[in-house]
């Protein structure tokens, strides 16, 4: 990360302005001050005429250097109220693409959460819609599933029946825990170059996670391991979206080692 320059800093400084405004002013008076009194001294000694020719050659000559030091410091200063400026436009310029950033971030994420709800909603087999589909199509999973039969049989079995109903539902789960992937890494990324605060993915995680049923959450836990799941996969264990699972829901308590633990949220920092 490029380091400030002294302009930079010093302009940010208000204590440093005011102290560099302060040391001008001392410095005027101290040299002013010198210089009256010196011709005081002038005045008063013998022959005032030539004390005043030579007083006047004195002040003459003192003055330039004295408005010259003046003139210089006045330019530094102006030099360092327009850096500063410049630094509080680019700061608040900064402020302002991060809150339009977030901004579109958060109404980007919400029409996608928003979407996954209702592609749920408006899922429809054997005259069941919604939260009773994905009930159903657990309970067509358990009365399918028997000892002698791998749970991810008796999965496939029920894609293969309803799959036409819920493929699109998969989908678009996929995108949304895509996108939060996405801005995580591009998150990371200007932290480590810009040095600019990541954004907290964990309350959006919550929100997305929170809306998906328990019998969503079995069905969606068997699509991940199938192969048309794979890429989603790596989702769910990244956003810990098991983490509120009932083990229960499972076709076989075993199946639970068949993912990664950090599905489950079992990482000591989850999102």
Known sequence: MKKDTWLERTARDEASLASILKNMLIGGLVIGAIVAGIGIVHLIIPDQTAALGTFGDFVGGSLNPV????????????????????????????????????????????????????????????????????????????????????????????????????????????????????????????????????????????????????????????????NRGRKLQQYLETFAIFDNLDEKYLLHPDDRSKMSGSAWGEQSSKT
């Open 67 to 226: 408005l010259t030091f003046i003139t210089f410091g006045a330019l530094i200063l102006t030099v360092l109220l327009q850096q500063r400026e410049l630094t509080l436009a680019r700061n608040e310029f900064k402020r302002t693409a991060e809150a339009l950033e977030r901004e579109n971030f958060e109404a980007t994420f919400f029409r996608l959460s928003t979407l996954v709800q209702e592609t749920a909603r408006f899922i429809s087999i054997d005259n069941k819609t919604g939260l009773d589909a994905f009930r159903h199509l657990h309970n067509y999973m358990r009365s399918n599933y028997n000892n002698t039969l791998d749970s991810q049989e008796t999965y496939e079995i029920a894609y293969d029946t309803y799959g036409f109903a819920f493929g699109h539902y998969f989908r678009v789960l996929h995108n949304a825990l895509r996108f939060l992937d996405n801005k995580k890494r591009a998150s990371s990324a200007s932290q480590a170059e810009e040095g600019r605060p990541p954004i907290e993915l964990d309350v959006y995680v919550k929100i997305l996670r929170a809306q998906l049923s328990d019998f969503e959450l079995a069905v969606l836990y068997y699509n991940a391991l199938s």
